[in-house]
């Protein structure tokens, strides 16, 4: 089993992909830490505990973290997400469990004490960079960094050439793939643009009509309908809960080690740099994942949500007719 931290924003994917963790033996979750991004940050760790209140696990902590970027002014995603940052859904507040201060030294803490901690993160590498700049020694006893950002060949979704995440906080992503003196697995748009929720799937959750699916259903509403406008697809994509599978099983993606930097300035501010024909000749420091088994994938991901309804899901993938 991998101790792991969730550094997110969320955001309606974020808490897709902390369902799926939550639902996922083979990761035990010391604590959640949150950063702005998606949204600002306390509004991203009150919708942390919505989730972790529908699904049972208020035992695990939550640390509020950064509140704005390294150096540039925050700007938030509440156009795609919401401004409740859960698809306008309305869900209460969770107002009798504690959220706790200071996530940089949280994590330090975890690194200190785990040899073997593997960090998933979801949003911009705000609170994992100062936590780098604090203590780069704790660092040491890190297993894996998972990050859900950046871009390789695929174009950008917040300008031509950036990936949002990294876009909201260049200078973060920069040092952190620059100082980290490990390979950090890149879960770019490459693959995650793979991963749609389409409308036959949003149908069958749906019908599955329970607490977690009526949740599921609530907040992409206003996913799906920004998706029509901005790109004209049918469905959401969901970036976030791919990096959480990527660390459950590794080969459900594949790719290549390069070199990667990323622009902190001017039109192309936040693009991921992949040198993947080496003409640095720097060290690789990133694995960069550019192909995934998308039904696999969607399969791993509903059964764990719904683990009732494993055969119809299965059969669903496949093309049959649910019956």
Known sequence: MKNIIIDCDPGIDDALALMLALRSPEINIIGITVVCGNVPALLGAQNTLKILQLMKR?????????????IRPLVTAQDTHGADGLGESGYPDVADIKIHEHASDFIIRCLRHYRQLSIIALGPL???????????????????????????????????VAEFNYWVD??????????????????????????????????????????????????????????????RILGCVINDPLAVAVCIAPDLCSGFDSYVTVETEGLCMGQ???????????????????????????????????PKETELIRKFIKGGTPT
């Open 126 to 160: 705000t609170n994992l960079a100062l936590a780098l700049k604090k203590e780069p020694e704790a660092f040491g006893n890190l297993h894996q960094l998972i990050t859900m950002g950046g871009s390789f060949r695929s174009h950008g979704n917040s300008s031509p």
């Open 58 to 70: 208020t035992d695990i902590p939550v640390y509020i973290g950064a509140e704005r970027p390294l």
């Open 272 to 306: 991921t740099i992949v040198d993947s024909g080496g003409f640095w000749k720097y060290p690789s420091n990133a694995h960069v994942l550019t192909q995934t088994k998308a039904g696999v994938f969607m399969s791993m991901f509903l059964e764990r949500l719904f």
């Open 170 to 231: 260049p200078h973060s992503a920069k040092y952190v793939y620059e100082q980290l003196h490990r390979p950090v697995i890149m879960v770019g748009l490459d693959v995650t643009r793979k991963i749609v929720l389409t409308p036959d799937l949003l149908e069958l959750i749906r019908h599955f009509d329970n607490d977690l699916s009526r949740f599921i259903i609530s907040i992409t509403k206003f996913y799906v309908n920004f998706h029509w406008k901005q790109e």
